[in-house]
Nanobody
Framework: VQLQESGPGLVKPSQTLSLTCTVS??????????WSWIRQPPGKGLEWIGY???????YYSPSLKSRTSISRDTSNNQFSLQLRSVTPEDTAVYYC?????????WGQGTQVTVSS
């Protein structure tokens, strides 16, 4: 299984951050897998953002829930993150990952900087 993040590396404050994770070698609708977004701000630890389950149900971090949407495109085997009203504090390396009993596959990560 391989995961690859894509999207803009620079977003202006107050705009929406949009990233897509393309999955190969496995279907995002396979039972019991959860397709996750995780980020790591500079100098800080990993922060879970949310995931979309194999069923299409979504779950978000309470601290980001009001600004986050995760969706999927099953025909292209992709899932996407939208984070609205970004600030410089949203600057981070963003990862997509597969979760079942643990996180077993990760994308390489993509740097997103929020700056005017």
């Amino acid at each position: 299984v391989q995961l690859q993040e894509s999207g803009p590396g620079l977003v202006k404050p107050s705009q929406t951050l949009s990233l897509t994770c393309t999955v190969s070698g496995g279907s995002i609708t396979t039972n019991s897998y959860y397709w996750s977004w995780i980020r790591q701000p500079p100098g800080k630890g990993l922060e879970w953002i949310g995931y979309i389950a194999y069923s299409g149900m979504t779950y978000y971090s309470p601290s980001l829930k009001s600004r986050t949407s995760i969706s999927r495109d099953t025909s292209n085997n992709q899932f996407s993150l939208q984070l609205r009203s970004v600030t410089p504090e949203d600057t981070a390396v963003y990862y997509c990952a597969r979760l079942r009993w643990g996180y077993d596959y990760w994308g390489q990560g993509t740097q997103v900087t929020v700056s005017s």
